[in-house]
């Protein structure tokens, strides 16, 4: 069903024939956020969905934070405007003084960086939905990565519906559009392994300098003694299967992913987060259900509100910033994004990912963990 749905998504943009640049959303975060592309070869393993047996390769992308500052608030417009203003709009009831008083948030004007503020970038792993290439969740992570977190996502070849190697070499998705719960644990136990294998690398000072080129000049630029990981879909089974077997891993979060493994009735000691669309809870899954009822660690489940499965990736933003026709955004919606908004869900995702992957990290609760929240009503604590 997720594989039908995603390719009625894919349909409706090969319609558009667009060929303009289309630029996305800015992140949100103080820092920017260099991008890096690269090939891991894991010697120790053949892949097993190679009719050739070669070892396994997978691509990865960095997400570095870099010239992290400060988020200024600024007047929204001039003292003279602003009086002008708020003269015009009286006769509506505004009072005196509002347009003076708003502020709006700008990287424009970032404080130089302070003695810490561009090392120990703490090191978070991403895993993407079954048939899903890394690449449609650029953005997202970008936006992370922009709160000051090193974030490496992961493509997994024969999964992803096509992984392009930097030889011009191009593996393609094997899946069919329904997989058996069996299929779906192996798949996921091979997606662990290149998750750990990645985990490795990062250990490895002569492969870290070249997927993070900027610790050649700045080798305190990483925290990786505190690493996390975050997945979506079978990204998100991924995370919690990674998070039992490997204790390196301090924590995870699974985008609406229906859970497969030992871990489901294993549960976790380490703080997880389970986030789910609209119409996902432990009420409508029963592996959410049996894993928290097992998990021992800090654990919450959140809802967002008039969301859908592909909510969490880019496709939101990619149908907004397209400019697409009504009726195509209607369907992509019905089938696969939500009516949240696409700058709205990109806000609270963003906040509570970042709030979660902190607390993880340092022990940092953030309120928005602790209950609902005023400014979030669009998001539910289903448990905690």
């Not at 002569?206 to 990483?222: G, H, Q, S």
Request: glycine letters at 8%.
């Amino acid at each position: 069903m997720v594989r039908a749905t995603l390719a009625s998504v894919l349909l409706s943009f090969a319609s558009l024939g667009q060929t303009a640049i289309v630029p996305l959303p800015p992140s949100t975060g103080p820092c920017d956020v260099t991008l890096h592309a690269s090939e891991l070869v894991d010697l120790n393993r053949t892949d097993p969905f190679d009719p050739k047996e070669g070892k396994r390769a997978i691509m990865i992308t960095t997400f570095t934070p870099v010239n992290c500052g400060s988020v200024l608030l600024t007047t929204y417009i001039p003292n003279a405007t602003a009086k002008y203003e708020d003269e015009t709009f009286q006769s509506f009831g505004i009072a005196s003084g509002t347009f003076e008083a708003f502020r709006i948030p700008t990287l424009a004007q970032k404080q130089p960086p302070r003695s810490g503020m561009n090392r120990d970038h703490p090191v978070v792993l991403f895993s993407p939905a079954s048939g899903v290439s890394r690449l449609m969740y650029t953005s997202l992570l970008q936006d992370i990565a922009s709160h000051g977190l090193a974030v490496i996502s992961v493509d997994h070849p024969y999964d992803a519906n096509i992984v392009e190697f930097p030889d011009g070499r191009t593996v393609f998705g094997i899946f069919g559009d329904t997989m058996t719960d069996a299929e779906y644990v192996f798949a996921m136990d091979v997606r662990v392994e290149d998750m750990r294998f990645v985990l490795n690398q990062t250990h490895n000072e002569t492969v870290l300098a070249d997927i993070f080129p900027l610790t050649r000049t700045n080798p305190n630029l990483l925290s990786l003694d505190r690493t996390t990981i975050i997945g979506h879909s079978l990204g998100g089974a991924t995370a919690a299967q990674a998070t039992l077997i490997d204790d390196r891993l301090v924590g995870g979060i699974n985008l609406d992913g229906t859970l497969f493994g030992s871990v489901v009735d294993t549960g976790l000691s380490s703080p997880f987060l389970l986030f789910g669309n609209a119409n996902h809870t432990q009420a409508t899954d029963a592996s959410w259900a049996t894993f928290l009822s097992q998990t021992r660690g800090w654990k919450l489940e959140l809802q967002l509100a008039q969301s859908e499965h592909y909510t969490f990736s880019d496709f939101p933003v990619l149908v907004d910033s397209l400019g697409v026709s009504d009726e195509v955004t209607r369907l992509v919606q019905a089938v696969a994004t939500g009516t949240i908004g696409v700058l709205r869900a990109r806000n609270v995702l963003v906040e509570y990912i970042t709030a979660a992957l902190r607390y993880f990290i340092s022990g940092d609760q953030s309120d928005l963990l602790s209950g609902p929240s005023a400014a979030y009503p669009d998001v539910t604590f289903v448990s905690s």
